[in-house]
């Protein structure tokens, strides 16, 4: 399995890419777009980040994971790019 950590994701405007450090946690098989968080709930910004990911990647689905639940299974949501790659 191919797995890249903290992978940078530039935006290009007007054909100058700028990298505004934005991070990718883990990308899997470069199509898997993961975030990890340890907060008190998902919020909208959580989920801003990860649909901002999945368009300027052109990425299909995405996994918030949060670590701050009894149960890991109630911190994982699936993010589904369902618009296609955002431009500028």
Do not use: C, W
């Not at 990298?19 to 340890?38: A, F």
């Amino acid at each position: 399995m191919h797995v890249e950590f903290e992978k940078s994701m530039p935006i290009q405007i007007d054909g100058v890419v700028v990298d505004l450090g934005n991070r990718i946690d883990l990308l899997l098989e470069k199509k898997l777009v993961v975030e990890l968080k340890s907060v008190k709930e998902i919020s909208d910004v959580h989920l801003a980040q990860i649909i901002n990911y999945l368009k300027l990647g052109e990425f299909k689905l995405g996994l918030i994971i949060n670590f701050n639940v009894s149960k890991l299974k109630y911190g994982i949501k699936r993010v589904i790019n369902t618009k296609g790659p955002r431009l500028f």
